[in-house]
């Protein structure tokens, strides 16, 4: 109580506001002196009192007030109410604290509200236009999946598939369970037949392949590639019977993951590890090569943080055989690359390799 006192004379010494309960925020700025507890009723309530001094009651009447907004502790509420009787301006402001009158929407909040309102009739168009789908599915004889229709009905299945994702760090998803229970196990044996051919069709281009303003955007077909092979990777022994070239597209588009690699990658490296050596570690030393051009070299982060033992094994010799470019990409904007290209030769790299990159990093702090 002392030291709340001692503050608020302070605060009052140093300047003095047109209301007494304003110097209460004055001298608990930065919160020091919170958080009150109910153990502090007692000497507030004393503070608040008629006959007390009266440049106090006002700061005791706000931090007492704190415990009654929004209608809580309406015995502290009447405590307040009878010992500010003789104070108009505080029983006006204790009243409009417990009987807040209605706020107008301003104009941010009509906005918003009309904006959700769109939202929710677009949904619920939506989730009309799903139903109808399903229906139309589910009444044709082939199901939608003959040659005609199937790839129109996979992108449909897969735009539905998305709105049902909870989690939001992987792209590409897939839930073969609500495929079978939202259809039937025909369709999803149909789904998986179709997705299977879909993938071995879809050219996807790598991070270095793509123009600069394509880097950050992936077309619905590859993302849709991306949870065919997830699809595909539930079949027992699938990695083992792809050739070399399926595994080198699988390869490549499981680098469209929007965290690391597609989860299915180990099954694929353990089956065709020169697919994953052929494309991860060609890409990793175009990035590399384009380094200072591009900025990014984004393959370098999902290697160290979500690859296999040999894809960091592979990406480590890459950067080895990069570190003569270092130090002239060091002095750039591409120092957290960089990082992860020391992070992966110091985990991975040869003694020799370790001894060059400091080396490297050494020479940077010297000049």
Wanted: with cysteine; charged share 25%; aromatic share 10%.
């Amino acid at each position: 109580e002392g030291y709340f006192w001692a503050c608020f004379d302070l605060a009052e010494a140093l300047e003095k506001p047109e209301n007494d309960w304003h110097r209460f925020v004055r001298s608990d700025y930065g919160r020091i002196l919170r958080p009150f507890t109910e153990l502090d009723f007692p000497w507030l309530l004393r503070a608040l009192a008629n006959g007390a001094i009266e440049d106090r009651r006002g700061v005791a009447f706000y931090t007492l007030s704190n415990f009654v907004r929004g209608g809580e502790n309406a015995q502290l509420a009447v405590e307040i109410a009878e010992l500010i009787s003789d104070r108009e301006d505080l029983q006006e402001e204790l009243e409009r604290m417990l009987n807040p009158p209605p706020q107008e929407p301003d104009e941010h909040e009509i906005e918003h509200q009309n904006w959700q309102r769109e939202r929710e009739i677009e949904e619920a168009e939506r989730q009309d236009g799903w139903k109808q789908w399903r229906q139309e599915v589910l009444a044709a004889e082939d199901l939608m999946l003959g040659e005609a229709d199937r790839d129109n009905t996979l992108y449909n299945l897969h735009n539905v598939m998305q709105h049902t994702e909870r989690d939001h760090n992987t792209w590409g998803y897939w839930d073969a369970q609500f495929v079978a229970t939202a259809f039937s196990p025909e369709f999803l044996a149909g789904v998986r037949e179709g997705l299977s051919d879909f993938w071995r069709r879809t050219d996807v281009s790598l991070f270095s392949e793509r123009a600069e303003e394509d880097r950050n955007s992936y077309s619905a077909a590859s993302l849709m590639a991306l949870a065919a092979l997830k699809c595909e990777a539930e079949t027992a022994n699938w990695a083992e019977v792809l050739s070399h070239d399926e595994a080198v597209r699988a390869t490549r588009i499981s680098t469209l993951e929007l965290n690391g690699f597609g989860a299915f990658l180990p099954q694929l490296e353990a089956a065709h590890p020169h697919a994953i050596e052929e494309v991860i570690g060609t890409e990793i030393n175009r990035q590399l090569a384009n380094l200072m051009e591009v900025g990014r070299a984004p393959i370098l982060h999902d290697a160290l943080h979500h690859g296999t033992l040999f894809m960091r094994d592979i990406a480590a010799a890459a950067a080895t055989d990069s570190l003569p470019g270092f130090e002239n990409a060091l002095g750039q904007n591409t120092q957290t690359d960089l990082k992860y290209a020391f992070e992966l030769i110091a985990g991975h790299g040869t003694d020799e390799a370790i001894s060059n990159a400091v080396g490297a990093i050494q020479n940077h702090i010297d000049t």
